[in-house]
């Protein structure tokens, strides 16, 4: 049997929606506690209603909605200011995430919340797990990171836009391939987790870079550059080192469940 498997980013499509019903309430001046208690209730119901189009759309054999670890991750441990200052999860949706569980459940789908890993790391694991079997993985998010893992069994689709991030996408929006993002990130660092790659060099000198190059390890060890580059190079080689290791995704997070234990009801 072909699988179709899909791995949804729960946080980011919950988070998303929570922000489209809290913006009414917050141009007007009324988040009070019961119109905080409207706007949970509008994000379980939006979110829940998400996962079934999702899946009416995509038609998966398979798929599981993968929750954040609510104790830090790893990589906070190897760089303290991971994602800091980036706005914290209000502490009554985080409260409301069990019932939202429950009703991504009722739509169809199981959720798994990782002990002490990310999603990030979790879903880039099953899915290259799954593709290595040449089986179908869609991963439903919109956070740029997955963007690394599309092949030819990978897609990541943007619910909210309603299109497939694809080889084109990437192109058109960061001038490198897909196995290259990793490397072009590590260069200009990632504002949205305060990954600060290497000072001094954007997104247009570094796509330039990995064009003439291919990765970072031909770009450091190519004799040709430009001084100013060179010597941005030279100062944040560590940074560098630290901000490419930050990015990769691990694909070896031990899962605790196999692919039949994903496999969806109502296929």
């Known amino acids: ?13 919950i988070r998303r929606i929570y922000a489209v019903q809290e913006r009414p309430f917050l141009l007007n001046n009324e988040l009070s506690e019961s119109t905080k208690q409207q706007v949970l209730f509008n994000t379980a119901q939006a979110s829940a209603n998400a996962v079934a189009n999702i899946l009416e759309f995509l038609t ?5 909605a993968v929750f954040d670890s609510e104790q830090p991750c790893w990589r906070y441990q190897l760089y303290p200011d991971y994602k800091k200052g980036r706005k914290k999860m209000p502490e009554h949706l985080a409260a409301k995430l069990s019932d939202i569980q429950d009703a991504f459940l009722a739509k169809g789908i199981d959720s798994i919340e990782p002990e002490e890993d990310e999603a990030d790391d979790v879903i880039a694991t099953l899915a290259i797990k799954v593709a290595l079997r040449n089986q179908k993985v869609t991963i439903v998010s919109t956070d740029k990171c997955f963007l690394s893992l599309i092949n030819e069994n990978i897609q990541v689709y943007d619910y909210f836009n309603r299109r497939f991030l694809d080889d084109n996408y990437i192109e058109q929006k960061f001038s490198v391939k897909s196995s290259q993002l990793i490397d072009l990130w590590a260069l200009t660092g990632d504002s949205t987790n305060k ?47 630290l901000s490419h290791q930050l990015l990769t995704l691990k694909q070896n997070i031990p899962l605790g469940f196999n692919l039949k234990d994903i496999r969806l009801i109502t296929v």
């Not at 998966?60 to 599981?64: A, E, M, Q, R, S």
């Not at 003439?212 to 060179?230: E, M, P």
């Open 195 to 241: 990954i600060p790659g290497v000072a001094g060099i954007g997104q247009i000198t570094a796509a330039e870079l990995i064009k003439d190059h291919g990765s970072i390890n031909a770009i450091l060890a190519a004799d040709k550059l430009k001084s100013s580059v060179q010597q941005k190079l030279e100062q944040g080689k560590e940074m560098l080192k």
């Open 1 to 13: 049997m072909t699988a179709h498997v899909v791995l949804i980013d729960a946080l980011n499509l």
């Open 60 to 64: 998966p054999t398979h798929g599981v």
